[in-house]
């Protein structure tokens, strides 16, 4: 029987430190010196909200933290789940209390959808940073981007029908691989995690996510989804040579699986043939739930649902190849 798994609402000293950036023994010294007294003692023990976190990051702006990770998920074939698991992935690191960006990088706006918010109702969206007009770009990523309303942690950059007309216009203009890249380069430094959900296909919406990103994640739902991946990893080789930092293959995740299949098995035994150590040990089943609270604009990893178990356990393996792979 799955537990059912609460939000984390407060923090130990080990977890604390980690999501700040420092070491355990740094953030004792803050508190002893008096510049991080927790809200919360029991016995010798500290414990650290929320709204402590918060507090201390404005602190500690400035000093060193570590560097954000941003994370493309990309797959060319349409329908494995990439938008569903970008939600849930994100929401499960911002309730471990990371500070989580969401960039809505696909014209059809299904994550903006499924986090609550509609294209029609936008003044503006990633298609004005880019600029889907001939004049060019008329907004700066900062100014586009609000705070989700399920999580304090989650923040989104939306998107609009208009970026498919921005990756038009953006084709005929110099550097359009990396016009992405740099608009992030403003607000990198505030999230920890930048998750970009990508369009299914390998033009440039989706160049311009993987360029801009410290590595690629890919969600696979069967057989046909694996068929274009040997593809995905050579543009993801191309883009690594035009990217200004290295480009990681974070991994290969299997999304909407019947556990105990033999084709769920044969699936994972072709997909870890691909990717090797890089195959996510996390397989996320399929669940009539999970569809239902993508459609009610509820994501499931807000629930406290046995269904929302598996997200966590991504997001604490995502969070352990990133360490490894990239040192943050």
Known sequence: MAVRRRPIENFTVTQAANVLGISPETLRRMDRRGDAAPSIREGKRRIYTAEDLGRLREMLSGRKRKATTAIALVNQKGGVGKTTITINLAGALATQGYRVLIVDFDPQANCSFGLGVLWNDLEASVADVLGYEVSGPTRQIAQIIRPAAQHPNLFLAPSHLNLAAAEMVVQNTMGREMKLDKALDEVRADYDFILVDSPPSLGLLSINAMVASDAVLIPIDGAFSLEGVRQLLNTRKGCAELSRHPI???????????????????????????????MFQTVIPERTAVDGSTAARAPIVFSGLPEAEPYHALAEEVISSVVEITGN
Do not use: C
């Not at 990681?248 to 150590?277: C, D, P, S, W, Y």
């Open 248 to 278: 990681h293959v974070l991994g290969g995740v299997l999304n909407r699986q019947r556990a105990g299949t033999a084709n769920a098995a044969a699936i994972m035994e072709m997909a870890t043939a691909i990717f090797g150590k890089r």
